[in-house]
Every structure is written in C-alpha cells, then in structure tokens.
C-alpha cells in the first residue's frame, strides 16, 4: 500500500477501502475479515453509511460467511430507506452466486423496509424468502407456505407461475392434497390465459418463467392426478394423466420444447401403468418393472407405489424387492435430490417408503426386519417434524410392540422422549402446533 495513504488513514484524514482493509489485515498475518466487525461498527453503525462503502463490505462478508456482520449492519439500514434498491439488486446477485444466507437477510431488510407497500418487489422478496425458507422441517414449511401465499398476485403474471408451482409442490409435500390440486388448477388456467396473448414464442434467455409456458399447464394436469392418486380418486388421476398426453400430441415444438414433452411422456407412461395397479391390475405390474429398470430416477416413486399395492392387494413381491434391494439402500442413505424431486418430497417420499416396507413386513411376520424398519422411518419422521408420519408410526409399533426386541424398544423409548422435548419446547416458547 502507497505510504501516504496509509498515512491518511491512520490520521483520519481519508476513509479506508474494503481492498486497503484487506491488504492491512493480510500484512499483519490475520485471517481474512479479522477487522470487519470492528469496521462495520465504525463505519455503518456509528456513522451514516455511504454506498460506495457498503456494497463492497457487503459482499465481502457474504463471500466470507461473515453473516452476524451483515445483519447487524442491515439493521442500521433499515432506518436510511435511500438504499432498498441496491440492497435488492444485490440481493439478487448473492441469490446467483449460491449466497443464500446472505441473500435472505438482504431479502428480510428490503421486506421489513416495504412492508406497507402494495410493490411486486416487496411480493419478489418474498417469494425468494419463501423458496430459501424451504428444508426439512415440514412445520416449518408449512408456516413458509402461510406466509407467502397472499403475495402471489402481486407478482409479474408469469412469474406467478414458478411462484404457484413451487407453492403447489410444498403443499403437495406436506400432503396438503385438496390445496395442492387447487393450486394446480389456478396454475392451469393462469398459464393457458397468458399463452393465449403471447403470439411469438420466447426464447429461453428472454423470458421471465423457468420454463416454456405449455409446460405449466402440463405439469398442472400432473399435479391434479398426483393428488387425486394420493387421495385414492384413480380414475381421476387417470384422465388428467391423459390430458398431458394429448398436450405433448398436438403441440408445435421447438428442440427445448421436445425435452420437456419427452420428459411428460415418460411420466404420462408410468402413471399409466401405476394408477391401473393401484386400481388392483395386477398384469401391468411386469411391464410397470421394466419401465422402472429403464428410468432409475423414477424408482423411489415406483417402489413407494408398488408395496403400497402390495399391502393393500395381498401381493408377494419378495422378488421385486430383493430385485431392488441394492436400489432401496441407496435411495434411503442418498442424501442428494434424485431429478424430478425437490428437498421435501424425497423426504416425504423416503417415510412413506419406510413405513410401506414395515406394513409389509409385518404381513409377512418377519417381525424383527419390519421393526427396524418402522423405527427408522420413526427416525426420519422426527427429523422432518412430520406428524402425520409420526403418528402412523407410533400406532403401528403399538400394535406390533409384543414382536419388539429389547433393543428396538428401548430406542423407540428414546426417540419418543426427543419427540416428547421438542414439543415441550416449542409449548413454552408459546408456538402453536399445525
């Protein structure tokens, strides 16, 4: 650093630089960021903060994940409205560069600044607070999905399409069945209405949704028969499984188009083969299997499926699932999203999976595999905070518990005491539970 400037600074008579703040630190042979609480107190806490300063020690502390120094330096700026912008913009750019922590306290400040407006920034902040808000509390995606749902329509109308989708998928998670087949029906109607104005075809750079827009409405029909085929309603789910069929047939394609019709008619052709399962046709089964070998993404659904017919038709499918043995392994220590499925319905799926498997051991009387099994997808309930889960859980280990081991049933003893604290906790600190 230049011997003037240095001078300048340790005189008072110029402001340091985030770089000359750097190269000081790096000099003195103290880890990256050592000063910056102390800078951030000087400079934004106990003086009015200047942009061109601000922006740099921003970025600075989310690169180095020094996020109690961005708080509380947001904090002050909550006060000086002169910046929401910026504090967005930049916001959107930690978003790009996977700096979410970051970006949601950015996110947080801008909303808290707008609260009282009608704005669509105020509504784009949070549906991005919505989405960094997701993970594997499902309580905690439930209060998420609460919160952001008066804000969709103050969104740009094609944006309100990713936004209902993604909403739809977390109700849909939370096997939230009659909001999530609603969802999917405004979503439906909403993308029909703004491709029937939009003449020219977007190019994937220019526009504002994720997706072409036919896609939304294909993946509003696959939705609506997901959550008709959870309900029990297979016919349902049958017809709108054909629908998408019918969309993919008649649809003028481009090249990207031509992925995502491939992608519905692979799905379109499984559902097929599931839902007539589901309705106790036994013959498409084989047929189902070879699907499913051909599409190792699709397999946790399937196999969730599958035992559920199993359980529920009296089927012996001992050799699908020493077929699959080394699949289900994978899928259930996996801790990476398999395409097709975000974060939550992989959870959920995984728990549904467990307790299948469990039922149908238990059919079976292989007492000592099914317990291990119930008391893992117990495990995985508690961890997500599903109650539902919990409770299926629960009941049927009380109805098998003469089978028990000593073993097993000191640790469901112990995983009902976690259960037990947390809820005690979360009386005390006075939450309401869903």
């Known amino acids: 650093m230049n011997a003037g400037t240095l001078s300048a600074i340790i005189k008072g008579t110029r402001p340091i630089a985030m770089a000359q703040l750097d190269l000081i630190t790096r000099g003195m042979n103290l880890e990256e960021g050592h000063f910056y609480e102390t800078y951030g107190a000087e400079c934004f806490v106990e003086s009015a903060p200047h942009w061109r300063r601000l922006e740099p020690f921003l970025q600075r502390c989310a690169e180095l994940d020094k996020l109690d120094c961005i708080q509380r330096v947001i904090q002050q700026v909550t006060d000086d409205r002169s910046y929401i912008s910026e504090l967005f913009e930049m916001a959107e750019g930690m978003l790009e ?157 481009s090249d990207e188009d031509k992925v995502y019709i491939d992608m519905f008619n692979r799905w379109t052709e499984a559902n097929t083969y599931l839902y007539n399962l589901m309705m106790g046709k036994k013959e498409v089964l084989p047929v189902y299997l070879a699907w499913v070998e051909q599409n190792e993404g699709e397999t946790l659904t399937a196999l969730v499926k599958i035992i559920e017919a199993a359980n529920h038709f009296e089927m012996d499918i001992d050799h699908i699932l020493l077929k699959f043995d080394n699949s289900i392994n994978s899928i259930l220590s996996d801790k990476t999203l398999t395409e097709g499925y975000n974060e939550q319905i992989k959870n959920d799926q995984c728990s549904k999976l467990l307790f299948e498997l469990a039922m149908y051991l238990f059919n079976r009387e292989r007492y000592t595999e099914g317990m291990q099994k119930l008391v893992t997808c117990l495990s995985s309930a508690i961890r997500i905070n599903n109650s539902d889960d919990i409770i299926q859980c629960v009941a049927l280990f009380e109805r098998y518990r003469s089978f028990a081991s000593k073993e097993m049933v000191n640790n469901y003893c112990n995983l009902m005491e976690e259960v037990s604290r947390y809820y005690e906790i979360k009386k005390n600190r006075g939450y309401t539970l869903v």
């Open 97 to 253: 560069r996977g700096q979410q922590q970051a970006a949601r306290m950015l996110y947080e400040c801008v909303a808290e600044c707008e609260k009282y407006q009608h704005s669509e920034r105020l509504a784009l902040c949070q549906y991005r607070i919505f989405t960094l808000s997701l993970g594997q509390n499902q309580h905690d995606n439930l209060r998420a999905a609460v919160h952001f749902e008066p804000y969709i329509n103050r969104l740009d109308e094609e944006r309100q399409l990713d936004a209902i989708k993604d909403l739809a998928n977390t109700y849909l998670a939370l096997r939230y069945w009659d909001k999530s087949f609603s969802l999917a029906d405004d979503l439906g109607r909403k993308a029909e209405i703004i491709q029937s104005y939009t003449k020219k075809k977007i190019s994937k750079e220019n526009r504002v949704t994720a997706y072409p827009l036919f896609v939304y409405q294909a993946y509003s029909n696959l939705l609506k028969a997901t959550a008709c085929e959870w309900k029990g309603e297979y016919t349902e789910a049958l017809l709108y499984t054909r629908k998408n069929a019918e969309l993919a047939s008649v649809l003028n394609s």
